[in-house]
């Protein structure tokens, strides 16, 4: 046994080494933070991000805090986790997670979010065939499939040719007017862009007709308008009716217009009114209402707008920064019924205030802190961290 | 088993001259290098105390308390290349592993086909010592970081020093952030990765030598198979698949039994060919 | 018994091996007759399982090679195949500790007997002596088989002798043996049964008292039929 004692001992070596760094050797790297509850829910608080860097001695590190807990980038990475970050972006929208949970069999291999739609009885996903997807090869086909909800049973065209070489499309939004699917382009062509709607019948698959979005507005000004969709929240959308924003001319000269765009008559319509005011603005639309939140470092006004009625809320609610006990009122994200303000304490330090949309009544304000327990004291620890950016995560657990 | 373990110990045994001398170039290089930094940097900091910033600098700025990470920041090349050197003299016994056995005047490979224990014994124990040749490697890295923080306790009085953390000491350094990776999961990845490299490498070096000439071209074959059955999911499988598209969690599940199908095919096939078809 | 059937090898296009078929009795010299490249070492190495065949069994025993009936047959190449860098003791300790069947009282015994010193590295030793060490690699088995691949090739008289005394003491006498050379010369008294190797066939196998007794002709003038003609 004697004999063997180099070989053993070079095990011992490699077993030891490794195990002491990998089990205690790396512990207490990086101070753990989490957003605390100063005061409301700490639910509402729950799909709050806040992400920046904590500065060490010669690096910084990036990472995540929330209500939970802090997560460093390159601590939690790996092999696994780089593989299952993918399209991530997409798993996160909580519509999308609902409808795999509906229909994992449906949902494989589609990535697009606004190629769904889904009322109670059918879920419609378009998509760009999957071998000119990435490409600028000529003949774009657009691929069609129909889910019945309650049959499971789901059919499928594919192979659908939309146009000449050359031009890139990407699919925006999807809406059904009774038996037809409308198909929100955006076509890229001779250094243009485009909206047009496609018109497909529900149970075969057919073109039925095109709609040129852009072209009604570009007609009425006389010069090209840029058109820009604006994000509905939700995939299915009741009263068929999406708005743009579009704008002429560039610096001095920009003028910037309102459009609703009615799938059911295919007439895009300038709105007198405009959909939202002020200089630095966020908006959600629900709907039909728009609420909007001017933001200033100082108070945050929030406003809604019905798109039906034309009724417009103006300043409903007002929370200062003084009322919340910060020096400044960086951003502001409207998401879910819930407008969220990322907030600058006085001693520098990142927070966030989460406002019931309705009301403007304040659900929940919370600071990022060390969890206590640490090595460095929680001073040094609070000055290293850098947090700049606010993003709202949310899964069907929140 | 019992004669696998000799085999194991073997195979060490012939090697330990040369491990133990990349251990020891890797600590001569790595200690004195961090010593003659360290030097340099204080009699920097001294001069700069006397005569102001802007007298002939080696480094760009000394920092007021000296800290491992920052050392090791600026002796960045002195711990590399004995790093290199190591990768490059395993790198190579992958293939001498095997082919000292035939080289020579004296084939030793003759003893060990007629060992009275089955030859797959043989491709175990060489996986097996090369293994632990690898992780003693950085094993011993890992145990000398340390012991040359401590140098640097003794070198740099305490007034000019401060802490570091060993995961941030590793970090800054290009070469060892790769090999040490920060969490133990990736760790069994990379080097479980490079296992199996090595595992189709020898059975690519058993088709040579059962083979001969037409060998070379089945072992470039064979290692061509093997990458191509690993990346399918990733080619096949992925989003846009015409076949199935996978979701993340399955095609990482896919992608783990493929490499354990790689490797297991690999010991088997090597295995099979020590048994019949080697030739002397 | 060691029993070849019908083995083939092709080495190269060039078939070695084209059908050879012999056998090998325990307690009985075997001697494998061939010129040059006429694939002796083959037949022996194919025995040993270090070379594949491409058709034909090889039983030793009635049974097939496997890894357990190596302590049953030894080896003795016409080369030293441990490395340059080992002493002898270290060779004869990697023998000791794979073979069951190592018998170290023996080894010892002929490592005296070959005057061989323990602490000498195999790659300082001449031809001779490397040869002898062989020997004692494959005799300190207590094997029932033993094969030697060209045992007195390129060796000087002296060790000749040496070896030859080996052969004729009870060390061999139970054992079966099966050695290859191309030059019978002063072996022929040794062995007790003679296959010739032309073509890669066997020509002739026959042991040696029968065919002098009854036909008066010794190995060599066989040797002289099937080669000349």
């Known amino acids: ?398 | ?280 | 018994m060691i029993e070849v059937k019908e083995i083939r090898k092709r080495y190269r296009r060039r078939n070695v091996l084209n059908g050879v078929s012999f056998t090998a009795a325990k307690g009985e010299i075997t001697c494998l007759i061939g010129t040059n490249g006429a694939g002796k070492s083959t037949v022996l190495k194919a025995i040993m399982g270090l070379t594949p065949v491409s058709g034909g069994t090889i039983h030793i025993d009635g049974q097939t090679l496997m890894p357990e009936l190596y302590e049953k047959i030894s080896f003795v190449p016409d080369h030293l195949t441990m490395p340059a860098g080992m002493k002898l003791s270290d060779a004869l300790r990697f023998m000791a500790d794979f073979y069951d069947s190592w018998n170290e009282k023996r080894a010892d015994e002929l490592m005296k007997f070959f005057r061989l010193e323990h602490a000498v590295k195999i790659g300082s030793l001449s031809k001779g002596t490397a040869a002898k060490f062989s020997l004692v690699l494959g005799l300190g088995q207590d094997s029932d088989y033993l094969l030697l691949d060209e045992p007195f090739s390129g060796i000087d008289l002296f060790s000749r002798e040496a070896i030859t005394e080996v052969f004729t003491s009870d060390l061999i006498q139970h054992r079966g043996v099966l050695l290859t050379t191309h030059e019978i010369g002063d072996m022929e008294h040794l062995i007790d049964k003679a296959v010739l190797l032309k073509d890669g066939v066997v020509s002739q196998s026959f042991h040696c008292e029968e065919m002098r007794s009854e036909e008066g002709k010794s190995v060599i003038d066989v040797m002289r039929e099937v080669y000349r003609a």
């Open chain 1, 1 to 398: 046994m004697r004999r063997y004692w180099f070989s053993i001992a070079l095990l011992l070596l490699s077993v030891s080494g490794i195990g002491t760094y990998y089990f205690v050797g790396i512990l207490n790297h990086l101070p753990k933070f989490q957003i605390e509850t100063v005061q409301g829910n700490a639910k509402e608080g729950a799909a709050v991000v806040l992400s920046g860097s904590y500065y060490g001695d010669m690096r910084s590190e990036f990472l995540e805090v929330s209500v939970k807990g802090s997560k460093y980038y390159k601590e939690k990475g790996n092999f696994r986790t780089d593989i299952l970050q993918a399209n991530s972006w997409f798993y996160e929208n909580l519509e999308m997670q609902q409808l795999l949970k509906d229909h994992k069999t449906f949902m494989r291999g589609k990535d697009n979010v606004g190629g769904f739609y889904r009322d109670d009885e059918i879920v419609i996903y378009a998509d760009l065939s999957t071998t000119t997807r990435n490409t600028n090869a000529p003949h774009a086909k657009l691929q069609l499939s129909f889910l019945d909800e309650e049959s499971e049973k789901v059919v499928r065209f594919k192979s659908i040719a939309l146009g000449y070489s050359d031009d890139i499309y990407a699919i925006e939004d999807v809406q059904r007017v009774e038996n037809e699917a409308h198909i929100l382009f955006r076509k890229y062509s001779n250094q243009k862009t485009y909206e047009l709607v496609y018109v497909f019948d529900l149970k075969t698959g057919k073109q039925l007709r095109q709609v040129d979005v852009s072209s009604q507005a570009n007609e009425r000004k006389g010069q090209d308008v840029q058109l820009t969709k604006i994000q509905n929240k939700s995939l299915n959308n009741a009263n068929d009716t999406i708005f743009f924003v579009g704008s002429t001319g560039d610096g001095e000269d920009r003028k910037v217009f309102y459009y609703s765009y009615s799938y059911l008559t295919g007439i895009l319509t300038e709105r007198e009114e405009p959909l939202w005011e002020g200089r630095f603005v966020v908006y959600g639309l629900q709907n039909e209402l728009i609420y909007y939140a001017e933001i200033d470092p100082h108070v945050v006004t929030l406003s809604v707008y019905n798109t039906e009625t034309n009724e417009r809320k103006r300043s409903y609610a007002t929370v200062t920064a003084e009322q919340l006990g910060v020096d400044e009122i960086k951003a502001a994200i409207i998401e879910s019924d819930r407008a969220y303000l990322y907030l600058i304490d006085h001693d520098d330090t990142s927070g966030v205030a989460v406002l019931n949309l309705e009301d403007g009544k304040l659900l929940f304000k919370g600071f990022a802190a060390p969890v206590s327990g640490e090595e460095l004291t929680e001073e040094e620890q609070q000055e290293n961290l850098h947090l700049n950016n606010i993003n709202i995560v949310q899964s069907l657990e929140n």
């Open chain 2, 1 to 280: 088993m019992n004669r696998y373990l000799k085999l194991v110990h073997m195979e060490i045994h012939r090697f330990r001259w040369i491990l133990i001398a990349m251990m020891g170039i890797t600590a001569i290089f790595q200690f004195s290098g961090l010593i003659w930094t360290l030097k340099k940097a204080m009699a920097q900091f001294e001069e700069q105390k006397i005569q102001g910033s802007d007298t002939r600098k080696y480094f760009d700025s000394v920092p007021d308390t000296l800290t491992f990470e920052w050392a090791m920041s600026n002796t960045q090349m002195w711990f590399i290349l004995p790093v290199l050197l190591c990768i490059a003299v395993l790198s190579l016994y992958v293939f001498f592993i095997w082919y000292r056995d035939w080289m020579g005047r004296h084939t030793f490979i003759y003893r060990l086909l007629m060992l009275p224990t089955a030859r797959h014994n043989l491709f175990l124990a060489k996986i097996t010592a090369l293994l632990l040749f690898v992780l003693s490697i950085v094993a011993f890295q890992l145990v000398m970081l340390p012991v040359q923080e401590l140098v640097l306790k003794l070198v740099v009085p305490a007034e000019l020093r401060s802490e570091s953390h060993i995961v941030d000491v590793i970090n800054i350094n290009q070469a060892l952030v790769e090999l040490i990776p920060r969490q133990f999961e990736q760790f069994f990845y990379i080097y479980g990765l490079g296992t199996i490299a090595v595992l189709m490498l020898f059975t690519a070096i058993l088709l040579e030598r059962s083979y001969q000439r037409m060998g070379i071209l089945y072992g470039i074959l064979y290692l061509a198979g093997c990458v191509l059955v690993v990346a399918a999911p990733f080619l096949y499988f992925g989003l846009d698949s015409s076949i199935i598209p996978l979701y993340p969690m399955e095609i990482y599940v896919l992608v783990l039994l493929l490499f354990f199908v790689v490797a297991g095919v690999s010991v088997w096939l090597g295995s099979r060919l020590l048994a019949k078809k080697i030739t002397v």
